[in-house]
């Protein structure tokens, strides 16, 4: 590759400084239930579907975001005056994903460890969704840590479903946003989570290597390495942002363009300050040790879903227009665009965007 490719561009604009990606792709069965939060409004899928309708009419959604993901119901979907929910997302600046898988199923003979389902017949959905302007994809594999798990044949196995996905987008000239995630959930150190996260990017760069996917074109999505949720001692925003790089700075080569963080669980502001924390340390290096300086030749940027989709859910008057849940989106992707280039404080959480 001799001059940036269509899809380096796209993978690039997806983690322009100062911006992230929304992973709005719940499905409206998800929203009632309250994954992202309890909302007195969302309570139906109807009602469900006008809180997507509020959230993709958001004005000023790309100041601070470059992207957002939905699943592929949303291409066919209008809003309540007829007009197309992804000609409301293109209005406002916004490149579009899609989430393909269809679910989940165990690994043969696991009661924990599971895969993605949604291989089957692709290409041609690739190929339809391309057509409609979609720009890029998400495939999301995860590994839970528990005494004895992950083993190595999870892992590898959703490395090498993470890295077919990644292939086939790009065959079809899609950006794959390869999302290999260890689940904070559980009663595990943050050293473990290290290790965890560690191992299973290193089975993911390796399948991506065999499956011949460059680098330069592709998005990770991975988590941060945190204290699991469970843990007795939960790591502080400084150990978190400096255990994530020292773990990324092992494995991720340097081509990528960027890295999108998941939120995995964590609050609203534990994320925001995690990014932030960990944007300040890859600028300055922090002092050289051991672990040498810890530069990022990467973005660090974000694609929450919970961490930005919550407080929206959490705030909104039902409306789908000039919204409470519009001022608390635009707040939370303000904030996290904010983070990404290490220039969020806690006290901005107070103030006024509008
Ligand atoms: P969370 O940020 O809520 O973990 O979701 C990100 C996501 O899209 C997982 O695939």
Redesign the pocket.
Known sequence: MTTESTLAATANRMVAPGKGIF?A?VPLKGLVRGW?GESTHASTEDTAADFQEMICRTPGLAEHLSSI?VFPDVLDRQAGDGTPLVELIAERGLLLGV?PTTGWQFLGGSEHEYVPRGLDGLAKRLEAWRERGVAFI?W?VAARVRPGLPTERALVTNARSVAEVAALAHQFDLVPIV?P?VEMKGEHTIDRQFEVTERFLHRTFEALYEHGVAPEEIVL?TNMVVSGSDCPEQAGADKVARETLRCLRRVVPPALPGIGF????QSDLD?TAHLDAMNRLAASGGPADGAGRLHAPWALSF???????RAPVEAWDGRTDESSGQTALRHRARMNGLATLGEWSAEMENGNDD
Do not use: P
Not at 262 to 265: A, E, P, R, V, Y
Not at 303 to 309: E, H, P
């Open positions: 992973a792709d992202w993901i989430t998400k999301r999302e995630e999505k998941l939120s995995g669980g994320a694609s929450f879903g919970r961490a930005v989709g």
